[in-house]
């Protein structure tokens, strides 16, 4: 029997109304994080953080904080009561000049600027500073005292605005950086480019012309190193003193997220975290080191801004809000909570 042209087109949408019934009872709703507030910014001096680039949580669940406007380190216990000011600007050898990056390697405070690294105890005492050649990296993560991984852009003629959009070229590079010889020293690089029309446009239809917004890295535990934009990422490893691409293994792209992804992170068991800002949620992805999807995550109150460099610690998710006067309030929750 043969069907009719309109007959033929009931069938269909009758068939696309069901599947999308079914999809939508099969697809299990995102499992609720609740966090709680450990830190709260103030008015009062020792409370009053505007804005960061970074902070990291030690084995007592301290909380560092780098105040880039201030050029320095506030020190809070687990319940957000201040400890301690680390560091000043400019002052002498032991302080701060342009730091965007903050660290802890075996129990030692590491903060990075263009010129300098400066290595503190975990109470603030000044240990040493090491001369870098002037780079300005956007991210950089430390995988021992002397080697560091960062990311920085390079070849940035090739992206001037006055060269037409769809031939403007955007090119970042990774590199481990060797403190241990007499001038900081490339050992290996890998780079990475994208054309500008690849950039994701916003609400209004204009491509984010800040890239340091759109960029996210971190690396794991196990030396992982995870790597991209707002719509894909990749994930390398270090091995062996190299940086191996895993593209075969691990790799996300905008069909599924839709230029939200705003950060990621690993754990201790090399799971792949994703902060994803999408219709249905705002949250957390979570992901085998594989990449086989494992499960996802609502968190309240909802989430604004994740880290970029890495957001969890001792098994624990962080991220920070801004309150309406201006200063930042921290999170944070366990990853294994329900």
Not at 111 to 117: C, N, V
Not at 154 to 174: A, F, L
Not at 187 to 200: A, F, Y
């Amino acid at each position: 029997m043969r069907l009719s042209k309109y007959t033929f087109y009931i069938l269909f949408i009758f068939y696309i109304i069901i599947y999308s019934i079914l999809l939508a009872f099969s697809t299990n709703p995102p499992i609720t994080l609740k966090a709680r507030k450990i830190f709260e910014g103030k008015e009062e001096e020792n409370y009053r953080i505007k804005y960061t680039t970074s902070y990291v949580i030690d084995d007592y669940n301290n909380i560092y904080i780098l105040d880039p406007l201030r050029q320095c380190v506030m020190k809070y216990d687990s319940g957000g009561s201040y400890i301690k000011t680390i560091g000043r600007k400019w002052k002498n050898k032991a302080e701060f000049m342009y730091i965007r990056s903050l660290d802890i390697v075996n129990n030692k405070l590491i903060a990075g600027g263009p010129t300098k690294i400066h290595y503190l105890t975990l109470n603030g005492e000044y240990l040493r500073n090491k001369d870098i050649e002037f780079q300005i990296a956007w991210q950089r993560r430390f995988i021992s005292e002397s080697k560091y991984i960062q990311f920085r852009q390079i070849d940035i003629e090739k992206s001037n605005h006055s060269i037409p959009e769809d031939k403007r070229i955007y090119t970042m590079i990774i590199e481990i950086v060797d403190l241990e010889q007499a001038t900081s020293k490339t050992i290996q690089s890998m780079k990475i480019s994208w054309k500008d029309t690849q950039r994701p446009k916003n609400k209004l239809g204009y491509r984010n012309t800040n890239l340091e917004r759109r960029l996210f890295f971190d690396l794991s535990p196990s030396k992982r190193i995870l790597f991209g934009r707002t719509d894909e990422f990749k994930v390398y490893e270090y091995k062996d003193g190299k940086i191996i691409e895993l593209v075969s293994e691990v790799g996300y792209t905008a069909n599924e997220y839709g230029n939200k992804i705003q950060a990621v992170a690993g754990d201790n068991l090399d799971n792949i975290w994703i902060f994803v800002d999408t219709v249905e949620y705002v949250g957390l992805k979570k992901y085998s080191k594989y990449g086989g999807f494992i499960e996802k995550y609502k968190i309240t109150p909802k989430p604004k801004f994740f880290s970029k460099q890495r957001f969890i610690f001792n098994d624990k998710i962080y991220y920070h809000i801004y309150t309406k006067d201006g200063m930042i309030s921290i999170y944070s929750s366990s990853i294994n909570a329900k």
